[in-house]
């Protein structure tokens, strides 16, 4: 009778060594996953110092051979990492300059560089004087414009209703369903701008799915700030 209830369960000893056992696998894990998980920041790390060396010497053969611009007094080094995560202008290439924009406008952030720049190649650029009316309320909408610089006022019914800054994107709504523009945009101050046609943008967003995503992000921002501005003037 007795080794049959032995079969039926644990004795106490036998428990406790297992309570035993689990403990030390415990004790023993944690300092092996610790370091691992140290390794593998360090492994990070040096990668990341041999990105920021790398691109410490492409930013001073650029400003050495004139492609950036470097002053009299200058080194030719970069003056804060953050210069090299901007991106510099070039002095020789308009549709560099445009690459390096479009890779901070979160439309196209997730796009690789041969994709930006074909897209820097069909976007024509236009410049806006203040007051100047970019697009009219119930125009025909056939072009996205990306804002480089400047600000641009989104009015309707006489009453601006949002305001777009650099690397905002506008008339995104009248270019993909076809219909009217809801507003109208007006240029605050000067304003420098991308312009891609109907054509262009609808190629982007079926070859480029992720750029579909990121624009149906903002779209679904810009209906909630839409609502919000209506429910206040309604009060």
Same mark, same amino acid.
């Given at each position: 009778?007795?080794?049959?209830?032995?079969?039926?369960?644990?004795?106490?000893?036998?428990?406790?060594?297992?309570?035993?056992?689990?403990?030390?696998?415990?004790?023993?894990?944690?300092?092996?996953?610790?370091?691992?998980?140290?390794?593998?920041?360090?492994?990070?790390?040096?990668?990341?110092?041999?990105?920021?060396?790398?691109?410490?010497?492409?930013?001073?053969?650029?400003?050495?051979?004139?492609?950036?611009?470097?002053?009299?007094?200058?080194?030719?080094?970069?003056?804060?990492?953050?210069?090299? =995560?901007?991106?510099?202008?070039?002095?020789?290439?308009?549709?560099?300059?445009?690459?390096?924009?479009?890779?901070?406008?979160?439309?196209?952030?997730?796009?690789?560089?041969?994709?930006?720049?074909?897209?820097?190649?069909?976007?024509?650029?236009?410049?806006?004087?203040?007051?100047?009316?970019?697009?009219?309320?119930?125009?025909?909408?056939?072009?996205?414009?990306?804002?480089?610089?400047?600000?641009?006022?989104?009015?309707?019914?006489?009453?601006?209703?949002?305001?777009?800054?650099?690397?905002?994107?506008?008339?995104?709504?009248? $270019?993909?369903?076809?219909?009217?523009?809801?507003?109208?945009?007006?240029?605050?101050?000067?304003?420098?701008?991308?312009?891609?046609?109907?054509?262009?943008?609808?190629?982007?967003?079926?070859?480029?799915?992720?750029?579909?995503?990121?624009?149906? =992000?903002?779209?679904?921002?810009? $209906?909630?700030?839409?609502?919000?501005?209506?429910?206040?003037?309604?009060?």
């Amino acid at each position: 009778m007795s080794s049959v209830r032995r079969r039926r369960g644990f004795t106490l000893i036998e428990l406790v060594v297992t309570l035993a056992l689990v403990g030390l696998v415990a004790y023993v894990s944690v300092p092996l996953y610790e370091v691992t998980s140290t390794r593998m920041r360090e492994a990070e790390l040096r990668s990341a110092l041999r990105q920021i060396r790398t691109a410490i010497d492409a930013y001073k053969v650029a400003a050495d051979t004139g492609v950036i611009q470097k002053g009299a007094t200058d080194s030719g080094y970069p003056p804060s990492l953050q210069v090299l =995560v901007d991106g510099v202008e070039s002095q020789r290439d308009a549709k560099g300059q445009r690459v390096m924009f479009l890779r901070h406008v979160p439309l196209f952030a997730d796009l690789p560089p041969g994709d930006l720049k074909q897209i820097a190649a069909v976007a024509g650029e236009q410049l806006y004087e203040d007051g100047t009316f970019i697009a009219r309320e119930g125009d025909a909408g056939n072009e996205l414009l990306v804002i480089v610089d400047g600000e641009v006022g989104v009015v309707t019914d006489g009453t601006e209703i949002a305001r777009r800054k650099r690397g905002d994107y506008v008339g995104e709504m009248a $270019v993909l369903d076809g219909e009217p523009r809801s507003a109208s945009l007006v240029a605050r101050g000067t304003v420098r701008a991308l312009r891609i046609g109907r054509r262009e943008l609808e190629t982007i967003l079926r070859e480029r799915p992720e750029t579909s995503h990121a624009m149906l =992000v903002v779209l679904t921002r810009r $209906v909630r700030e839409l609502s919000r501005a209506a429910a206040a003037a309604a009060r």
